[in-house]
């Protein structure tokens, strides 16, 4: 079974954590750190296959010093960024720091459940709570805000499949197709496959 430890100041958060874990199968708590100072001796102490991380501490710590100081010391280790931080270039950094995943924490239980089944396996997972709102430019690594099926969908799209094509294309379901490309446009802050290809087209994605 899977390990995970979770660096959240609050307890019932923690709490909740682990019970939902218990429920519906996820990784194993074995460690835990209310304060960002003790993270890294517990993540050290107990090496888990992922952690759970806050991005904004009562103290003043910001979650991603932690992060680089927990890749320092182990290049593997599998970050999970888990906070009510939204701003897409703090998810940004996040991710620049090495963090394989950021989802906030408004999201469903399935969600969450998702982003650490997809950051266990070593693939990025950004929430789809994370939208361009307050209508900045997406960062420049925008792609990276993808999971690897989203991805996937979104290269689909830009080649003009239909939902049924790309579905079939990648052997899964038409439903499913349209929720990766809904969460997609969320990420992107945009409402239409036209300007997903446009986006493409600005990533020099299309030749």
């Not at 958060?13 to 990784?27: A, C, N, S, W």
């Not at 010391?73 to 897409?88: C, E, G, T, W, Y």
């Amino acid at each position: 079974m899977a390990t995970a430890a979770l660096i959240d100041d609050h307890a019932i958060f923690r709490d909740v954590l682990k019970i939902l874990f218990e429920l519906k199968g996820g990784p194993r708590v074995v460690g835990e750190a209310s304060f960002p100072e003790s993270a890294c001796e517990v993540v050290n102490a107990t090496r888990p296959d992922v952690v759970l991380l806050d991005l904004v501490f009562p103290t003043g710590h910001d979650g991603i010093p932690i992060a680089r100081k927990l890749l320092q010391h182990n290049p593997a280790q599998r970050i999970l960024f888990v906070s009510m931080v939204k701003d897409r270039s703090r998810v940004a950094d996040a991710l620049r720091a090495g963090a394989l995943g950021y989802v906030t924490k408004d999201q469903s239980s399935a969600e969450l459940m998702e982003a650490v089944s997809e950051v266990l396996a070593g693939r990025r997972y950004v929430g789809s709570t994370v939208q361009g709102m307050d209508g900045h430019a997406r960062p420049p690594d925008s792609l990276g805000l993808l999971t690897h099926r989203e991805r996937e969908v979104f290269e689909l799209v830009v080649e003009g499949l239909s939902t049924h094509q790309a579905a079939k294309r990648l052997c899964i379901s038409p439903r499913t197709v349209e929720t990766h490309r809904s969460r997609i446009m969320a990420k992107f802050g945009v409402h239409s496959a036209t300007e997903l290809i446009r986006i493409a087209a600005g990533l020099g994605l299309i030749r």
